[in-house]
Nanobody, 124 residues
Framework: QVQLAESGGGLVQAGGSLRLSCAASEHSTYGMGWFRQVPGKEREFVGG????????YYADYAEGRFTISKDNAKNTVYLQMNSLKPEDTVVYYCAATRWAADVVRTRKYEYDYWGQGTQVTVSS
C-alpha cells in the first residue's frame, strides 16, 4: 500500500509551463503514471514511467510537451508540462501500479493507487 499526493497545479497562461509533483508515502519500485479527467468523461492517460525509471511513454497530445521524471530520494514523481494549451485545463491524477513487470502501463485499470488530483487551468 502506498499513498500518493499531487501538488503543483494552478493557473497558467497558454504557452506557459507548470510542474506537477506526486509525493509517495514510502519508497517503492512502482511504475508511475499520470492521468487527467474532465468531469463527466473517462479518466485518460497522460504519461507513464516504468518502475526502474528507464522508460517513459506519453499520450499523443502530451508527446513532446510533457515529461515525467522522478527523484527517488524524495519519493516524488514529476510531470513537467510545457507549451500548455487551454484544452489542458483539467484535474490531473498521479497513479502507481504494483505490477512487477518493468514496463510502462497506459490504462487506468492497470493502476492500483491514486492521488486525489490537482487542478490545472490554462488561460487563453
Amino acid at each position: 500500500q502506498v499513498q500518493l499526493a499531487e501538488s503543483g497545479g494552478g493557473l497558467v497562461q497558454a504557452g506557459g509551463s507548470l510542474r506537477l509533483s506526486c509525493a509517495a508515502s514510502e519508497h517503492s519500485t512502482y511504475g508511475m503514471g499520470w492521468f487527467r479527467q474532465v468531469p463527466g468523461k473517462e479518466r485518460e492517460f497522460v504519461g507513464g514511467l516504468n518502475w526502474s525509471g528507464s522508460r517513459s511513454y506519453y499520450a499523443d497530445y502530451a508527446e513532446g510537451r510533457f515529461t515525467i521524471s522522478k527523484d527517488n530520494a524524495k519519493n516524488t514523481v514529476y510531470l513537467q508540462m510545457n507549451s500548455l494549451k487551454p484544452e489542458d485545463t483539467v484535474v490531473y491524477y498521479c497513479a502507481a501500479t504494483r505490477w512487477a513487470a518493468d514496463v510502462v502501463r497506459t490504462r487506468k485499470y492497470e493502476y492500483d493507487y491514486w492521488g486525489q488530483g490537482t487542478q490545472v487551468t490554462v488561460s487563453s
